[in-house]
């Protein structure tokens, strides 16, 4: 049986409708300038390989991660899958927890910052405002520090 490690993936859970990966920060979801290889692609070959399918196979986005983001990234097997699970995520009802490491620690342990999110094109980064602008998205995010050291 073909292993996941061969096409650079780590896979958590894998089922008849889903797979969900370990995401590492070099891995992109989409394609991008770089040229590099984006996940679905990678998955896409696994599947192909691991299931001996011939001909196109189906490999859904439901979510994506930034490319310095790491963590679990979830992918469909079906149409259907990313039709229910994108829904669930439009819909707010997938609870997104996010883990940082800071190099420096805020004043308070926790609270909520508010921001306004634009895109520069050319960059293909996107910059914090706290103020709205055209084009800008609200985002929201609730903080907890979890822990800290002196190093």
């Known amino acids: 049986m073909v292993g996941p490690e061969k096409f650079g993936l780590e896979v958590l859970f894998e089922d008849n409708h889903v797979l969900v990966l370990n995401k590492k920060a070099s891995d992109i979801t989409q394609g991008d300038k770089t040229g590099d290889t984006p996940l679905p692609d990678k998955i896409k070959a696994f599947w192909k390989e691991k299931y001996d399918k011939p001909g196109n196979v189906f490999c859904g986005v439901v979510h994506r ?29 997938v609870k997104k927890t996010y883990w940082a490491i800071v190099e420096q620690k805020n004043e308070k342990n926790s609270g909520t910052l508010t921001h306004y999110l634009k895109k520069n094109e050319k960059q293909n980064k996107s910059y914090a405002s706290n103020t709205e602008s055209a084009g800008s998205k609200k985002a929201i995010l609730h903080y907890n520090l979890k822990s800290s050291s002196d190093k």
């Open 65 to 93: 991660l930034d490319r310095p983001t790491s963590g679990a990234l979830i992918f469909t097997r079906t149409s259907k899958a990313l039709e229910r699970l994108s829904k669930q995520f439009r819909e707010k009802e």
